[in-house]
């Protein structure tokens, strides 16, 4: 009986092609636009969660905060104080430095350049991995002997230098006043998407450099911060929460009055935006579904006047008020479903395409998909349902008179 | 000697038409055995009408009691007329009532897909039907490519399809020429041959001639009731 209701509903949508077409449209765009919606969404959300794992999502900074008034010499950080957060934590803390970075010119010969001069421990490239393609990473030596060597990227090395292998080579620059000569001892690559590139700032007339974080405790050891990368395996929360209370302690600081930013924390707040910013697009969105649902029982009300003596034909056969409440309830809701199915192919095509243009893969999440065409069916045989209990109310005499 | 198919007690309809009460029938008793022919004549507002549609199950009388088959169907639901119609009533029409665009089988299959037969057993027997009034070529022809005529062949192939005890039959010939007619009537009267009971209202004398017993009405009431053997002696 199902299957003879479905080829009745669709050799019903058949012969009004055009009136079928255009009662599908607002079905077609509300469930186009809830999909294109939600996979961008999506897809938004996916990126920065790639970026952010770039940044690394158990990264964390932290300081005694920023508003406490009576700052004393305590509140910063020395190397001893790394050390002690190493020792305690053990292997929960991955890498630890004093988050230094500076701002300088690099001067080779007549070619200056702007350089982002991060200081990093010598393990680093544990957390962050790049692709060293000439010479070395920095190691232990560099970074307890604080020898000034640099390493840097293959577009810095062509900005400085002119050419990629950039190894052995030497520049100056000004940090904290003094002027000294440094050496380049190893040249990586890194891959980003164009997405990546595009957030992280890779600006082209900017070098970018590491060079061994001892060289940046300004003054005299003294740092105002300290990054940590926590372990994989550590419950986050729970270990951000030991590792505040534990440094408010060594600083003399309630936990309360201590600064602290993760990763995790930003992007969940990336996340809860975008989410948000979902929600009320896909809010106004399915309000096209809704009148989408209403034009179909418009249609379906004119489809049943129309049909009043087929009706009373079916009825005169045996038909009983279910079985013509069912026909038309199946050709609503197949009605209805085609438009959603419709929607999803124009919904994930747009998508896929935006993604292809952009070079980003686009994120389309199988239950949404279903719960689109779920849910499409489901305003079908909601809006169907006024239409076909009057149809299945029909006295047969009427209905069989009825010209 | 013959079993009664219909019995028609006392029976009474009356339409309210909200300012006046209109007495369609006065108490009608009728009987009509298996196997009979009958033709029930009269003008238009003499009640046929509304007779057909009660022996049709399509309305219920007001009072009294009308016995089909055995079954008191005077006070079912809708939903259990429905099913009395299925499979106790082969209709008719004047205006053949086929279902447009659907093809002559679907539309003998109709009355066999709400009395859930199943879809093989449907099919065969929608052709052997269409092949007994001479269709099966136009099986797959929907009914605006089929002539009157055919149409109403293929109505009659649809009212034989859950072989119901009785066939219902309201102005069959009304959209017809007198040749199609004709041709109607004689596949009636084959049926009847064939032991099927089948009743004919009309208000065409030539028409009533094919059948073996006339009931004539007026004004809510049978005024004549007569049983020729064989060939007519018309009235």
């Known amino acids: ?403 | 000697m013959a079993e009664e198919l219909i019995r028609l007690k006392d029976l009474v309809k009356i339409y309210d038409t909200g300012a006046i009460k209109v007495l369609g029938l006065k108490r009608i008793n009728l009987t009509i055995n298996r196997g009979e022919f009958v033709a029930i004549m009269g003008k238009s507002g003499s009640g046929k009408s509304t007779l057909m549609n009660i022996l049709g199950c399509l309305d219920r009388p007001s009072m009294g009691h009308y016995y089909l088959d055995g079954i008191d169907v005077a006070s079912m639901t809708p939903n259990q007329l429905s099913e009395i119609r299925n499979k106790k009533i082969g209709f008719v029409f004047q205006s053949f009532n086929l279902i447009s665009r659907t093809s002559a089988l679907k539309n003998v299959e109709l009355p066999m897909t709400y009395a859930r037969v199943g879809k093989k057993a449907r099919r065969e027997r929608a052709l052997k039907l269409l092949d007994r009034v001479g269709l099966l070529s136009r099986a797959q022809h929907q009914p605006n490519e089929l002539s009157g005529g055919q149409r109403q062949r293929v109505a009659i192939a649809r009212a034989l399809a859950n072989e119901p005890p009785l066939i219902l039959a309201d102005e069959p010939t009304g959209n017809l020429d007198t040749a199609a007619s004709e041709e109607i009537m004689g596949l009636f009267s084959d049926l009847h041959k064939e032991g099927a009971t089948v009743v004919v209202v009309t208000h065409e004398e030539n028409i009533a001639e094919f059948t073996d017993r006339i009931i004539r009405f007026q004004d809510g009431l049978v005024i004549s009731d007569e049983t020729r053997g064989g060939e007519g002696s018309a009235v």
């Open chain 1, 1 to 403: 009986m199902l299957f003879e209701n479905m080829s009745m509903a669709f050799s019903a949508i058949r012969v009004n092609k055009m009136r079928s077409f255009l009662t599908m449209l607002g079905i077609i765009i509300g469930i186009g636009a809830v999909i294109s919606i939600v996979s961008i969404g999506d897809t938004m959300r996916s990126l920065f969660a790639d970026l952010y794992k770039d940044v690394g999502v158990t990264q964390a900074y932290l300081c005694v905060g920023y508003w406490i008034d009576d700052r004393r010499m305590s509140d910063y950080f020395t190397l001893d104080d790394l050390e002690r957060v190493r020792e305690v934590f053990g292997d929960s803390v991955t890498y630890i430095d004093s988050a230094a970075s500076t701002g300088a010119e690099a001067v080779n010969k007549k070619t200056k350049v702007n350089f982002d001069f991060t200081g990093i421990d010598y393990n680093y490239i544990d957390v962050q991995p790049v692709d060293m393609v000439y010479g070395r990473y920095l190691n232990e030596g560099d970074v307890l002997g604080r020898k000034k060597s640099v390493v840097m990227d293959v577009d810095s090395a062509m900005l400085l230098f002119g050419m990629e292998n950039a190894v052995g080579q030497t520049f100056r620059t000004e940090l904290y006043g003094n002027v000294d000569e440094f050496t380049v001892v190893g040249v990586y690559k890194k891959e980003m998407s164009p997405f990546q590139a595009l957030m992280m700032g890779g600006r082209s007339d900017r070098g970018s450099a590491f060079i061994p974080y001892t060289l940046l405790t300004w003054p005299n050891d003294y740092f105002y911060y300290l990054r940590l990368f926590a372990s994989e395996d550590v419950e986050l929360n729970e270990f951000f929460d030991q590792l505040k209370a534990y440094v408010a302690n060594i600083k003399g600081r309630n936990p309360e009055d201590m600064y602290m930013e993760t990763a995790m924390e930003q992007m969940n707040s990336v996340d809860t935006v975008m989410g948000g910013l979902s929600a009320a697009v896909g809010g106004i969105a399915a309000i096209s579904l809704l009148v989408g649902g209403i034009g179909i029982m418009n249609i379906m009300l004119v489809s049943v006047t129309e049909r009043t003596r087929e009706i009373g034909i079916r009825k005169s056969l045996g038909a009983k008020t279910r079985d013509i409440l069912i026909q038309f309830l199946t050709e609503s809701a197949i009605l209805s479903a085609c438009g959603g199915i419709i929607g999803i192919l124009i919904g994930v095509g747009l998508v896929s395409g935006i993604g292809m243009a952009f070079g980003i893969g686009a994120v389309i999440r199988p239950s949404v998909v279903v719960l689109a065409v779920s849910f499409s069916a489901a305003v079908g045989v909601f809006f169907g349902l006024y239409p076909a209990s009057k149809a299945a109310k029909a006295d047969p005499i009427d209905a069989l008179r009825y010209e």
